[in-house]
């Protein structure tokens, strides 16, 4: 992509953002239907993922040689509690709508969760200037996500008492699997938003009402 | 008996040689004489008890052993014989006895069944070896973390008499194979004690990885013992290891280690290990047991932010560790403690080299303050990048020596600087003051506020005002306060101007300097008005018509007007009467007031809005003088005119100077100054000077409140030179002199003080070139010059010039400043009719007078004359022979006329105007001529026609240029080379043209333009460039755009390069038309190129 077209887009999603607050579905004061949030919420993905490249140069560079080689792909080792993003084909078809949203919002309360830590633990300040702007563009998505299940009327999951990721680097956890931990939540990350993506883009096409029924819809609420 | 006994040769012998070398010799000696004598016995007597031989292995018990013979089961009783029958029975080959005292002991061992077999032994302590027993490692422990094995045994020293030295030798050895690694030793004392011992050592590689083994023995050094000593046997040897999970480890885990050593690392696995890095680095791999791997790191280098990574890679699987190479913590430098409000010390530091070493690595300090006992410890900011080195400690109250030692400690060392610091005298550095104000107190005084942190309440703060004059001057003023915790304070600032703006700002320390706080920010401050300090400078003048008086006053400056002048009084009071003008606005500095001549005393005053300043007075009297007064000169120094007086000690007032401009009209009055009454010099200046004008100076003096003029001088700044000539005419003028007469220049032209006129003059006609180089720089030497010093004369009469002759007359005017412009005049004399009869005259009798005595000579002489020049002719028809010489000349001549009947021919030859009047003879015919370049030049109509007899062969040259000019001429020329040159073949002639227009070897060769017919000829004709040797007429005669340039363009390739000079082709241009070859060789290369894009 050439560099003009990404600062656009960075420009375009910026915009997105900033008008986070004013998303129909979050606020439930109009009812637009949960189609332009879900658009939002689609390219703020896209948006995350373009920021995600950016981040993770940085933070695998940190990390030193091997973890910013290439082809460096290591067994996931350690990093057990992070939520993984892979997932079988026909799994993910047979997904209904709240199922597909839930398991994107526990996924990302879950991830938020692990980079803040990540944030605390990082030795340079740029770093965690970096991590720390991230976060609440993940912030950001959390709430996009919420609102998408809110205008569609699905509860929010709530987390389980004592099941809430906490960043404890103990003893136990060396520096080596500190780092293996740190470079799968990436490597989650990345997934988990090409995942949303396609969940998103799947989402939008399917709830898109057709423009007679909005019409339809509007009138009946004008009288 | 006499018998000596074999001692035992010990089994190992130690690398001890200093026990080597006393008793081995002794022992060998005694081995061998022992051998000799033990043959000779048991020849005597077979079955004795024989090889007695005695170790101790704590010096109180010798167990002494010997051999007998086999195969019986005998008592033995030994006895010492020196010990009152001390005898022991055993039933053994061996027994223990006490031991004995140095010195030979003779020893018997009966075996008691067989009396007749005794043997007896002469027993020394010297023979004796103290082997000690061997040592047991109580306990081996390992650290892991740290790779360190701790050791631990009981040296037994409750068996030993005395005290002795102990070595003991650890060895540490690895892997199933037991491969030795270190062997050390380590040096205890018995002391009589069963004591225990420690020892620790730290291993290169983690313990983890493999199994370590340690064995031990000793070897005691007593000095009271003067037998054998040897190492005790190796004690049961101890292993370390590390029982593994299932899970791949990487060990050391998250070391840090200094920058420059060497790291060992391992991998404890159950696969095989294909790879191992660091960092980028791929490591070549140590094998130890199993599957277990390391490898070795040298001089490490300081770790990345992250540390450095070390990985080791499976066929599926990757573990790793990560190591911190970096430095210990630097001693802190630049410690400093200094408070900044006496309730808090801030202890700044640097720390000195990066340790390389960040997150949990990273130095830890603290501060601790000895004489208190108190700590602070240093909290890392949270932006790792703004860290400023710095500890608060909060300051004990009535504390002011405090002694601080900062301590720096990372994993790798520690380090730590001390300060000791007296905090209330050198060590407060007062916060920047703050609500800095600045408020009036009157008109010179202002009062200055400020607020100061801090609790200073037991000593004086110093301050230190800096007052800003009108954003020029500066002064500084120190102030003392009282201390106070936390305050305001206030100073009253004096001794300043009224009505003037003040830049105001403060800073302060205590008392006990150290350091200034910051400058406060800067605060500006008009003081108040105050009424005028004086009254104005004032001067009066008689209007021109003596009527009025006009009263002038200077307006006041700012340090004496002490504010806004708003208005001026003038008032004129004579005993009679008083007339004043008020409220003059300020602008006005001068008022007119119409009075008679009485004596007045004009009063100004000037008015601010506090008050009217004291009036300035002058009387209106001008004292008449008696003498008249003389006109001086003065001139200036540039900027300003110095003016001298005598002493007068009537002079009671003042002195004033006036001057004016006095080219200028109206009243003389530009400016004035006032000297003191005992002055008696004073310097004008103004900016108002202006160089080369001419000023009028009026040297007043006051007496009995009159003024009277003293002197008047006219004088300049700086005199330049005249800006005009002086305009002059001639009055007369005779046939030898001239009278000139000319005008005085004006004084606003002549810019100093006129010193004279140079004139010049000498002979010069008007518009003719010498009259140009006739000026006075000339120098030119019939120019002569008058100086006229005389500045009054202003006429000149110039004498002794020549008649009827013009002259140049310059004149010019000079002062100090130079030499003016000139002005000139041309005159010519008039004629000197006496001098022109005389010179007709004088000819004309001389003409006559030479005629005369011509013919009186001639006369006189007139036969020798005719003799000379005209002698008699004798008549040739009277001479015989000369009637033969004249038919002979008659004959030849005859001949030649009739050999050649002369029939006159016309030769014409068209030929150019340079040629042609060379042509003197036609036998001359200038190849020139010839030439089509000359030709084409060449106008028809300019022939010259020689007349001459020989036949005439007529040839026609075709001339292309001549054609193509659409002219023709046709040459008609006498064959001459035929009869001089008859060998010279035409083409060469057609190459001399070549010759004779300069060298051209080489011709222009027309490559890129399209050569038109016309156009292609003179562009070679003109080029003087790089030619072929060639004809060049010949290269036109065909174009390219000739149909057969296109024919014969097949031909181009064969004849080689057309621009080579080697070429015959262009060389031989061709003469046949006809000729194919020659043509193509003739144009074949502009084609080429000409051909080329069409291809």
Same mark, same amino acid.
């Given at each position: 992509m050439p560099t003009g077209d990404s600062w656009g887009l960075l420009a375009c999603l910026c915009t997105v953002l900033w008008h986070l607050p004013a998303v129909p579905a979050l606020n439930r004061t109009g009812d637009p239907g949960p189609g332009p949030s879900i658009q939002k919420t689609y390219d703020l993905t896209r948006y995350l993922e373009h920021q995600l490249r950016s981040l993770a140069g940085t933070y695998l560079n940190y990390l030193g040689p091997p973890f910013n080689e290439p082809d460096f792909n290591p067994p996931r080792l350690g990093a057990d509690t992070l939520p993984r993003a892979t997932v079988d084909l026909d799994v993910w078809r047979s997904l209904n709508d709240k199922l597909r949203l839930t398991q994107n919002y526990e996924a990302y309360s879950h991830l938020l969760c692990y980079l803040r830590g990540l944030n605390r633990q990082a030795a340079t300040a740029e770093l965690r200037r970096s991590l720390a702007h991230f976060c609440t563009s993940l912030q950001g998505l959390l709430g996009s996500i919420a609102g998408v299940m809110a205008a569609l009327g699905y509860p929010l999951p709530q987390p389980l008492p004592g099941t809430e990721p906490t960043w404890a680097p103990g003893p136990a956890h060396s520096d080596f699997l500190q780092k293996m931990d740190d470079f799968w939540l990436l490597k989650e990350l990345q997934t988990w938003l090409w995942r949303s993506a396609k969940d998103f883009n799947r989402l939008k096409k399917k709830i898109q009402p057709p423009a007679a029924a909005v019409t339809l819809r509007l009138e009946a609420h004008g009288f | 008996m006499d018998i000596y006994f074999c001692l035992r040769q010990p089994l190992e012998m130690v690398d001890s040689k200093r026990m080597k070398t006393s008793s081995n010799f002794q022992w060998l000696l005694s081995s061998f004489i022992l051998l000799c004598l033990m043959n000779q016995v048991n020849s005597q007597k077979k079955g004795a008890p024989h090889d007695l031989k005695c170790i101790t292995n704590n010096l109180k018990v010798w167990d002494c052993s010997w051999k007998a013979p086999s195969g019986r089961d005998t008592l033995y009783e030994v006895c010492i014989e020196n010990r009152f029958n001390s005898c022991y029975r055993s039933e053994k080959t061996n027994t223990k006895i006490p031991a004995l005292l140095p010195g030979d002991h003779e020893i018997s061992i009966n075996p008691i069944h067989n009396h007749s077999s005794i043997s007896k032994f002469i027993l020394n302590e010297e023979n004796i070896s103290l082997i000690p027993d061997t040592p047991e490692i109580l306990n081996l422990t390992a650290d892991f973390s740290t790779s360190a094995l701790h050791i631990k045994w009981n040296d037994k020293g409750s068996a030993f008499p005395h005290h002795s030295n102990v070595t003991w030798q650890i060895e540490i050895l690895r892997k199933k194979k037991m491969e030795i690694v270190t062997l050390m030793t380590h040096n205890t004392t018995l002391n009589g004690k069963d004591t225990l011992h420690h020892w620790s050592w730290t291993s290169d590689m983690p313990l983890e990885c493999v199994t370590h083994y340690v064995r031990m023995r000793c070897y005691i050094d007593d000095l009271h013992f003067s037998g054998h000593k040897e190492w005790s046997d190796w004690s049961p040897v101890k292993n370390i290891s590390w029982s593994p999970d299932y899970q791949p480890k990487v060990f050391p885990e998250d070391k840090v280690v200094l920058v420059g050593s060497d790291v060992t690392v391992c991998c404890v696995i159950q696969e095989k290990v294909i790879l191992a890095q660091f960092g980028k680095e791929k490591c070549s791999l140590i094998h130890l047991d199993g599957e277990n791997v390391a490898i070795k790191i040298y001089n490490i280098s300081v770790s990345p932010t992250s540390g450095t990574n070390v990985v080791f890679t499976t066929d599926t699987n990757l573990v790793g560790t990560v190591i911190f190479a970096g430095y210990p913590?630097?001693?802190?430098?630049?410690?400093n403690c200094e408070t900044r409000d006496l309730k808090e010390i801030i202890c700044t530091w640097n720390p000195g080299r990066p340790t390389g070493l960040l997150g949990p690595h990273n130095t830890s300090y603290t501060l601790f303050e000895s004489f208190s006992g108190k700590n602070v410890t240093f909290k890392r900011a949270e932006d790792p990048a703004d860290i400023s080195y710095q500890l608060f400690f909060q300051m004990i109250p009535n504390w002011e020596i405090y002694n601080f030692t900062l301590n720096a400690r990372n994993p790798l060392g520690q380090s730590e600087s001390t300060i000791l610091v007296n905090i209330t005298k050198r060590a407060v550095y007062p916060h920047t003051p703050t609500s800095f104000k600045v408020k009036d107190t009157n008109s010179t005084a202002v009062s200055l506020s400020w607020y100061l942190q801090g609790n200073f309440a037991k000593m004086h703060l110093l301050c230190q005002v800096e007052i800003t004059k009108s954003n020029s001057v500066q002064e500084l003023r120190n102030v003392t306060v009282k201390g106070v915790e936390d305050s305001s304070y206030f100073v009253v600032v004096g001794k300043l101007s009224p009505y003037t703006n003040y830049t105001f700002r403060i800073r302060c320390s205590t008392e006990t300097f150290w350091k200034w706080s910051s400058w406060t920010i800067e605060k500006q401050h008009l003081t108040t008005e105050a009424i005028p300090s004086k009254g104005p400078d004032t001067w009066r003048e008689w209007s021109s018509d003596g009527k009025n008086l006009i009263i002038y006053w200077k307006p006041l400056p700012i340090n004496e007007a002490n504010g806004r002048i708003l208005s001026y009084n003038v008032s004129c009071s004579s005993d009679e009467e008083t007339q004043s003008l008020s409220e003059i606005p300020d602008r006005q500095h001068k008022a007119e007031i119409q009075l008679d001549k009485n004596d007045y005393i004009i009063s100004v005053v000037a008015k601010n809005s506090v008050g009217s300043s004291p009036p300035s007075k002058i009387a209106s009297m001008e004292i008449p003088n008696e003498d008249d007064l003389k006109i001086e000169q003065a001139v200036g120094m540039g900027n300003g005119i110095f003016l001298s007086w005598n002493y007068d000690p009537n002079m009671t007032c003042d002195y004033v100077i006036k001057w004016c401009n006095s080219s200028r009209p109206g009243p003389c009055l530009m400016d004035w100054k006032k000297v003191p009454s005992n002055s008696t010099e004073a310097v004008i200046e103004s900016d108002q000077f202006r160089p080369g004008v001419r000023y009028n100076f009026f040297l007043y003096g006051c007496r009995n409140q009159g003024y009277q003029l003293l002197r008047s001088i006219m004088g300049y700044i700086e005199e330049l030179a005249p800006i005009v000539a002086p305009n002059f005419t001639v009055e007369d003028t005779s046939a030898d002199s001239i009278l000139v007469k000319w005008e005085d220049i004006p004084v606003e032209e002549l810019r100093g003080f006129l010193r004279g006129y140079l004139f010049y003059f000498g002979k010069g006609e008007r518009g003719t070139s010498k009259m140009r180089g006739l000026g006075p720089e000339t120098g030119h030497s019939d120019i002569k010059v008058k100086n006229i010093t005389d500045i009054s004369q202003k006429t000149l009469k110039i004498a002794d010039l020549q008649g009827k002759t013009s002259y140049r007359l310059v004149l010019r005017a000079y002062t100090d400043g130079g030499i003016g412009p000139e002005k000139s005049m041309y005159v010519v004399t008039k004629e000197n009719s006496v001098g022109l009869i005389i010179a007709i005259l004088i000819p004309v009798a001389v003409a006559v007078i030479v005629g005369v005595v011509t013919s009186i000579l001639c006369y006189r002489k007139r036969e020798w004359i005719k003799e000379t020049f005209y002698p008699d002719i004798p008549n040739p028809e009277n001479c015989k022979a000369l009637q033969f010489q004249k038919s002979v000349c008659e004959g030849n001549s005859a001949l030649t006329l009739e050999m050649n009947p002369c029939t006159p021919n016309n030769v014409e030859v068209l030929e150019t105007r340079t040629v042609v009047p060379k042509i003197e003879d036609t036998e001359i015919v200038s190849p020139v001529a010839e030439h089509p370049e000359d030709s084409s030049e060449a106008e028809p109509e300019n022939h010259v026609v020689v007349s001459y007899c020989p036949p005439i062969i007529e040839e026609e040259i075709p001339n292309p240029v001549a054609d193509e000019a659409g002219g023709t001429s046709q040459v008609i020329y006498i064959d001459v080379q035929s009869m001089y040159q008859p060998q010279a073949k035409p083409e060469e002639q057609e190459n001399d043209p070549v010759g004779g227009s300069g060298y051209k070897p080489q011709m222009h060769l027309p490559v890129s333009s399209p050569v038109e017919d016309g156009t292609a000829e003179d562009d070679l004709d003109d080029t003087a460039g790089y030619r072929p040797q060639a004809n060049v007429s010949t290269w036109h005669l065909v174009s390219p755009d000739s149909p057969r340039s296109t024919d014969s363009n097949s031909e181009v390739v064969s004849f080689g /390069?057309?621009?080579?000079?080697? /070429?015959r082709q262009f060389l031989l241009p061709p003469k046949d038309e006809d000729s194919p070859k020659s043509t193509g060789g003739g144009w074949s290369f502009t084609n080429f190129f000409q051909n080329k894009p069409n291809d």
């Amino acid at each position: 992509m050439p560099t003009g077209d990404s600062w656009g887009l960075l420009a375009c999603l910026c915009t997105v953002l900033w008008h986070l607050p004013a998303v129909p579905a979050l606020n439930r004061t109009g009812d637009p239907g949960p189609g332009p949030s879900i658009q939002k919420t689609y390219d703020l993905t896209r948006y995350l993922e373009h920021q995600l490249r950016s981040l993770a140069g940085t933070y695998l560079n940190y990390l030193g040689p091997p973890f910013n080689e290439p082809d460096f792909n290591p067994p996931r080792l350690g990093a057990d509690t992070l939520p993984r993003a892979t997932v079988d084909l026909d799994v993910w078809r047979s997904l209904n709508d709240k199922l597909r949203l839930t398991q994107n919002y526990e996924a990302y309360s879950h991830l938020l969760c692990y980079l803040r830590g990540l944030n605390r633990q990082a030795a340079t300040a740029e770093l965690r200037r970096s991590l720390a702007h991230f976060c609440t563009s993940l912030q950001g998505l959390l709430g996009s996500i919420a609102g998408v299940m809110a205008a569609l009327g699905y509860p929010l999951p709530q987390p389980l008492p004592g099941t809430e990721p906490t960043w404890a680097p103990g003893p136990a956890h060396s520096d080596f699997l500190q780092k293996m931990d740190d470079f799968w939540l990436l490597k989650e990350l990345q997934t988990w938003l090409w995942r949303s993506a396609k969940d998103f883009n799947r989402l939008k096409k399917k709830i898109q009402p057709p423009a007679a029924a909005v019409t339809l819809r509007l009138e009946a609420h004008g009288f | 008996m006499d018998i000596y006994f074999c001692l035992r040769q010990p089994l190992e012998m130690v690398d001890s040689k200093r026990m080597k070398t006393s008793s081995n010799f002794q022992w060998l000696l005694s081995s061998f004489i022992l051998l000799c004598l033990m043959n000779q016995v048991n020849s005597q007597k077979k079955g004795a008890p024989h090889d007695l031989k005695c170790i101790t292995n704590n010096l109180k018990v010798w167990d002494c052993s010997w051999k007998a013979p086999s195969g019986r089961d005998t008592l033995y009783e030994v006895c010492i014989e020196n010990r009152f029958n001390s005898c022991y029975r055993s039933e053994k080959t061996n027994t223990k006895i006490p031991a004995l005292l140095p010195g030979d002991h003779e020893i018997s061992i009966n075996p008691i069944h067989n009396h007749s077999s005794i043997s007896k032994f002469i027993l020394n302590e010297e023979n004796i070896s103290l082997i000690p027993d061997t040592p047991e490692i109580l306990n081996l422990t390992a650290d892991f973390s740290t790779s360190a094995l701790h050791i631990k045994w009981n040296d037994k020293g409750s068996a030993f008499p005395h005290h002795s030295n102990v070595t003991w030798q650890i060895e540490i050895l690895r892997k199933k194979k037991m491969e030795i690694v270190t062997l050390m030793t380590h040096n205890t004392t018995l002391n009589g004690k069963d004591t225990l011992h420690h020892w620790s050592w730290t291993s290169d590689m983690p313990l983890e990885c493999v199994t370590h083994y340690v064995r031990m023995r000793c070897y005691i050094d007593d000095l009271h013992f003067s037998g054998h000593k040897e190492w005790s046997d190796w004690s049961p040897v101890k292993n370390i290891s590390w029982s593994p999970d299932y899970q791949p480890k990487v060990f050391p885990e998250d070391k840090v280690v200094l920058v420059g050593s060497d790291v060992t690392v391992c991998c404890v696995i159950q696969e095989k290990v294909i790879l191992a890095q660091f960092g980028k680095e791929k490591c070549s791999l140590i094998h130890l047991d199993g599957e277990n791997v390391a490898i070795k790191i040298y001089n490490i280098s300081v770790s990345p932010t992250s540390g450095t990574n070390v990985v080791f890679t499976t066929d599926t699987n990757l573990v790793g560790t990560v190591i911190f190479a970096g430095y210990p913590p630097d001693i802190p430098q630049k410690l400093n403690c200094e408070t900044r409000d006496l309730k808090e010390i801030i202890c700044t530091w640097n720390p000195g080299r990066p340790t390389g070493l960040l997150g949990p690595h990273n130095t830890s300090y603290t501060l601790f303050e000895s004489f208190s006992g108190k700590n602070v410890t240093f909290k890392r900011a949270e932006d790792p990048a703004d860290i400023s080195y710095q500890l608060f400690f909060q300051m004990i109250p009535n504390w002011e020596i405090y002694n601080f030692t900062l301590n720096a400690r990372n994993p790798l060392g520690q380090s730590e600087s001390t300060i000791l610091v007296n905090i209330t005298k050198r060590a407060v550095y007062p916060h920047t003051p703050t609500s800095f104000k600045v408020k009036d107190t009157n008109s010179t005084a202002v009062s200055l506020s400020w607020y100061l942190q801090g609790n200073f309440a037991k000593m004086h703060l110093l301050c230190q005002v800096e007052i800003t004059k009108s954003n020029s001057v500066q002064e500084l003023r120190n102030v003392t306060v009282k201390g106070v915790e936390d305050s305001s304070y206030f100073v009253v600032v004096g001794k300043l101007s009224p009505y003037t703006n003040y830049t105001f700002r403060i800073r302060c320390s205590t008392e006990t300097f150290w350091k200034w706080s910051s400058w406060t920010i800067e605060k500006q401050h008009l003081t108040t008005e105050a009424i005028p300090s004086k009254g104005p400078d004032t001067w009066r003048e008689w209007s021109s018509d003596g009527k009025n008086l006009i009263i002038y006053w200077k307006p006041l400056p700012i340090n004496e007007a002490n504010g806004r002048i708003l208005s001026y009084n003038v008032s004129c009071s004579s005993d009679e009467e008083t007339q004043s003008l008020s409220e003059i606005p300020d602008r006005q500095h001068k008022a007119e007031i119409q009075l008679d001549k009485n004596d007045y005393i004009i009063s100004v005053v000037a008015k601010n809005s506090v008050g009217s300043s004291p009036p300035s007075k002058i009387a209106s009297m001008e004292i008449p003088n008696e003498d008249d007064l003389k006109i001086e000169q003065a001139v200036g120094m540039g900027n300003g005119i110095f003016l001298s007086w005598n002493y007068d000690p009537n002079m009671t007032c003042d002195y004033v100077i006036k001057w004016c401009n006095s080219s200028r009209p109206g009243p003389c009055l530009m400016d004035w100054k006032k000297v003191p009454s005992n002055s008696t010099e004073a310097v004008i200046e103004s900016d108002q000077f202006r160089p080369g004008v001419r000023y009028n100076f009026f040297l007043y003096g006051c007496r009995n409140q009159g003024y009277q003029l003293l002197r008047s001088i006219m004088g300049y700044i700086e005199e330049l030179a005249p800006i005009v000539a002086p305009n002059f005419t001639v009055e007369d003028t005779s046939a030898d002199s001239i009278l000139v007469k000319w005008e005085d220049i004006p004084v606003e032209e002549l810019r100093g003080f006129l010193r004279g006129y140079l004139f010049y003059f000498g002979k010069g006609e008007r518009g003719t070139s010498k009259m140009r180089g006739l000026g006075p720089e000339t120098g030119h030497s019939d120019i002569k010059v008058k100086n006229i010093t005389d500045i009054s004369q202003k006429t000149l009469k110039i004498a002794d010039l020549q008649g009827k002759t013009s002259y140049r007359l310059v004149l010019r005017a000079y002062t100090d400043g130079g030499i003016g412009p000139e002005k000139s005049m041309y005159v010519v004399t008039k004629e000197n009719s006496v001098g022109l009869i005389i010179a007709i005259l004088i000819p004309v009798a001389v003409a006559v007078i030479v005629g005369v005595v011509t013919s009186i000579l001639c006369y006189r002489k007139r036969e020798w004359i005719k003799e000379t020049f005209y002698p008699d002719i004798p008549n040739p028809e009277n001479c015989k022979a000369l009637q033969f010489q004249k038919s002979v000349c008659e004959g030849n001549s005859a001949l030649t006329l009739e050999m050649n009947p002369c029939t006159p021919n016309n030769v014409e030859v068209l030929e150019t105007r340079t040629v042609v009047p060379k042509i003197e003879d036609t036998e001359i015919v200038s190849p020139v001529a010839e030439h089509p370049e000359d030709s084409s030049e060449a106008e028809p109509e300019n022939h010259v026609v020689v007349s001459y007899c020989p036949p005439i062969i007529e040839e026609e040259i075709p001339n292309p240029v001549a054609d193509e000019a659409g002219g023709t001429s046709q040459v008609i020329y006498i064959d001459v080379q035929s009869m001089y040159q008859p060998q010279a073949k035409p083409e060469e002639q057609e190459n001399d043209p070549v010759g004779g227009s300069g060298y051209k070897p080489q011709m222009h060769l027309p490559v890129s333009s399209p050569v038109e017919d016309g156009t292609a000829e003179d562009d070679l004709d003109d080029t003087a460039g790089y030619r072929p040797q060639a004809n060049v007429s010949t290269w036109h005669l065909v174009s390219p755009d000739s149909p057969r340039s296109t024919d014969s363009n097949s031909e181009v390739v064969s004849f080689g /390069s057309p621009c080579s000079i080697n /070429s015959r082709q262009f060389l031989l241009p061709p003469k046949d038309e006809d000729s194919p070859k020659s043509t193509g060789g003739g144009w074949s290369f502009t084609n080429f190129f000409q051909n080329k894009p069409n291809d």
